[in-house]
């Protein structure tokens, strides 16, 4: 059975947010693709063009934005980020939260996969689109059981619950395609072990005997085996899945331990300006552009659409680690994949039926040209000509809370622009990363009405439609307008920023037509608020603004 939660969003005041509910109407026809740059910047994706003398198509969309990416407890603060040079260096999301906060909405502490902030699991886009008869999948990099992948999947209250996590991915969910690192018998240089195996990212030594023999698998109860995992591990299994027959349910562990390629031999110094492709990649490990195409062959046999997550989870590692080469490395192999993917939606499907989203979990590193320092010296990346290193310098070894870029193409896209929190002085305009589940469950959920529009009388409203308040903000009391296209059972709640209920403004059956009802906010302190509508199965929240 699938989990139902209320989703709150809990955060800082200047910041949008929004409460997400399940639906159990079947899904139409769609494909959800959203691509993660683990670690990327503005500046990461100027020295991978500098170096290549391009820049990669989704820098052109239409639909692109910043976006801001700290956990509870954080915020942005635009004015303060372009006066001191180390703002950004302090209250960063790390790749748990991030992830988390993309996949349902919520904001979460650092470390917390799936969870909110008093540790109660809640519902990921990937559980929302295995209710709506969607297939699923996740592809990285890095491990399978690591923050960003888990952090689409899982429930934990710690991101280095490797073992749990890739239990309950594997044995415990519902997931079509799991793919990526974390062999517990090769190193890093995608050479074999002959001891010390370490199977904590494949869950352990019995999960892994049993994906080999073909027993484990079954839906979230664990206990069925009916659509047991196919295993793959060599790279020409990986091609050849990227076409022809394909099994119902594939977990890819390529044969390496921790990334792909970023962690083979000979890495370089902390900021070195040693090119990319210097040393010779491990031979027989898959691409992340192979993983992908075999993983979108899989999902694409389900009618009813697909859901997939791809990450770049290594140009995070390059980018702690101060090492540009492996960086644009990685960024290339991420914008390889991209391509692909781009080109499988113009083959196998339409820009209609499918929303891709680019872009990535935080910042790491710090990127800019030398000579930038505080209080407030921002030089940029210096451009020396396609083939040569361009200047730079890192200034962590960790994240940072600077805004990272934001791409989207396709079904539903348009809707990011009522997400705009507000502009940023050398960005531009720029949403919050809870923004994108808020956007796929609206489109997700956009079953429902229409169903219902299909089945409503001549006579009656066809939609269901929560309007906005007015006034909003308000400093006493606002009126709420909506509509029925029937008669239904209504409840109208209002919760805080902490998901407490604080007013119930209605309970009981309401006869189809447009209604009104008044909230009033003198007793409660001012601030933000949610008000949720839920009418049969249809809900639908918005923010309210109470200036007191």
Known sequence: MKRSNIHLRPIHTIVMIALIFVTTVQARKKNIIIMIADGWGFNHIAATTYWNGSAPVYTNWDVKYAMSTWSLGGGYDSRAAWADFDYPLYD??????GATAISTGIKTYDGGIGLNAFHQPVEHILERAESCGMATGVVTSVQISHATPA?????NISRYNYADMAQEMITQSAIDVIMGCGHPLYSNDGIKLWSNFDYQYVGNSSVWN???????????DGDNIDDPWTLIQEKQEFQNLAQGDTPKRVIGVAQVYKTLQEQRWFHPAVNSTEPPYKIAFNRNVPTLEMMAKAALNVLD??????????EGGAVDWANEENVLGRMIEEMDNFNKTFESVVAWVEANSNWDETLLIVTGDHESGYLWGPGSHAPNTWNPIRNNGPGKMPDFRYYTNDHSNLLIPFHAKGLGSSRFASCVIATDPVYGEYIDNTDIAHVVFSILDDDYNEVEAENSSADQPGRFKLSDAYPNPFNSSTTIQFTLPKTVHVRVDVFNIRGQSVAILLDETVPAGQHKINFEARHLPGGMYMLRLKAGQFQSVIKLFYIK
Request: aromatic share 10%; net charge negative.
């Open 92 to 97: 960063f999301t790390d790749s748990a939260a």
């Open 151 to 155: 952090g689409f999947v899982a429930h």
């Open 210 to 220: 049993g994906l080999i023999a073909g027993t484990i698998g079954g839906d979230a």
């Open 301 to 310: 046999n389900d009618p009813d659409g697909l859901f997939l997550m791809i």
